[in-house]
């Protein structure tokens, strides 16, 4: 089960400018949301729980992740908050997002919506650092999320995501994501990110830093992955790709990983995968990638 922020995506329908494109596509985006659809697509059953505005553009979101797979039976429709929205710009000179997302019905979750999970039911949780930032009362129920998964011995997945503009400073925001880090079973870092927020320079400083992790994922971007383990550390070179766009790669990572792992993959394969499927959303436009070509990987022989 995936917990966390999804929103409206709107993207001009070519590669032209925001300032000058007439056509534009409207989609769901989140980074818990893009890990739920690339693990239905590679064929692992997945949940999405989260909150969206009880409106026309939450009710779109909720039939499309419903229609690619995803049970969305959990989901709260808030009537009295908006969904939030946020803009990609493809232009290659500011090639950024634009995000709607004050007072929005996702940043309304609180400890109080983690009480109507079934925690018998997940054989897996996966929560991110960006649900974290948005209020305080998101970090409350992502804490609230680690406490009950340990209390019924769920793996759960911290995929650090560190986005400095959700944070009041650095400093809140090293101390909280390596605090929630801490007490997850998988912790996914950037090593750009680990630079930002806690000076960590390589992949072993970030393991000097969260020893108490007992797997925990280094990626440098596309030079390679690392993977430190209670009694093994394994780095996979990244594949070379000529990017299209980088935004959602690191969720297509997490959920290539996460499969590979629940297929009983050894730590080479977990890290080979993640790659293979972070290809596929660097090689799109849009967040997961070309879902229909996830669905035809294979965990093992498969060539880059």
Not at 73 to 95: C, Q
Not at 230 to 255: K, M, N
Not at 272 to 292: C, K, M, N, P
Request: proline content about 6%; overall charge negative.
């Amino acid at each position: 089960m995936c917990i966390g922020e999804t929103m409206a995506q709107i993207v001009p329908a070519t590669s032209e400018s925001l300032l000058t494109a007439p056509f534009f596509l409207l989609r769901h985006g989140g980074a818990e949301t893009n890990v739920a659809v690339t693990l239905a697509a590679l064929g692992t059953p997945a949940a999405w729980f989260g909150r969206l505005g009880d409106d026309a553009l939450g009710h779109r979101i909720l039939d499309e992740v419903k229609a690619q797979g995803v049970d969305v039976a959990l989901v709260v429709l808030d009537p009295s908050a908006r969904t939030g929205v946020f803009f990609k710009d493809p232009d290659p000179e500011a090639r950024r997002v634009l995000y709607y997302r004050d007072d929005s019905a996702a940043s309304r979750m609180n400890a109080s919506d983690i009480e109507g999970i079934e925690w018998a039911d997940p054989l897996w949780i996966h929560v991110s650092g960006i649900t974290a930032a948005l209020s305080p009362s998101c970090l409350a129920a992502v804490e609230d999320v680690l406490d009950r998964a340990r209390r019924a011995s769920i793996p759960v997945s911290f995929d650090v995501n560190y986005r400095p503009v959700l944070w009041p400073d650095r400093d809140t925001a090293a101390q909280t994501l390596r605090a929630l880090s801490r007490r997850a079973t998988v912790v996914f870092v950037g090593l750009d990110e680990a630079d930002d927020l806690w000076g960590a320079t390589t992949s072993a400083d970030v393991r000097e830093l969260l020893p108490e992790v007992p797997i925990l994922v280094v990626k440098d971007g596309p030079i390679a992955a690392t993977e430190f383990g209670p009694d093994h550390t394994v780095a996979v070179p990244a594949l070379q790709v000529d990017v299209v766009e980088s935004v959602g790669a690191g969720d297509a990572f997490a959920a290539g990983w996460i499969h590979a792992f629940l297929n009983g993959s050894d730590a080479a394969d977990r890290l080979r995968f993640g790659h293979l499927t972070a290809r596929e959303a660097l090689l799109s436009s849009t967040d997961q990638g070309d879902l229909t070509a996830l669905a035809s990987l294979r965990l093992v022989g498969i060539t880059p």
